[in-house]
């Protein structure tokens, strides 16, 4: 399988900011994890990080027929995009949605995600191995 992890707003800060909830290491350092996990089990995967809703859309809009599969955190974008939302929506690969720390758990407008409709999916909660059970969730 060729499988593609998208990070969105802010993750690009993993390691140093709030380190409580979202851990010490760096999202190269998860990546590079995921890197040999999915070559171990025999799948190809590539990844894609943006702070901006736009780009972020273009990538999923690009993912048509190239993916098959995708695992997106959206960062806070996840609570209030309806652009990625419709970006989602508009292609045919199957998106599942990733956070590290379980929202559910945190402030009342992180229980809400504008996503989680148009995906196959959610993995919440299990820090940085909320990415790889995602990432075993399209092989399983
Ligand atoms: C997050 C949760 C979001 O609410 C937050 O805005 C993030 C990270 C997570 O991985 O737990 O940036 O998606």
Known sequence: MKL????GVNLALT???EKTIYGARTLGEINADLAVFCAEQGHEVEFFQSDLEGALCEKLGEAEGKYDG???NAGAFTHYSYALRDAIAAISVPVVEVHMSN???REEFRRRSVLTEV???EILGFGENSYRL???SFWL
Do not use: K
Not at 4 to 7: A, D, F, G, H, Q
């Open 103 to 105: 929202v559910q758990a």
């Open 4 to 7: 593609l992890v998208i990070n």
């Open 134 to 136: 995602a990432l075993e």
């Open 70 to 72: 995708i695992v997106l």
């Open 15 to 17: 390691g140093r900011r």
């Open 119 to 121: 995906c196959r999916g």
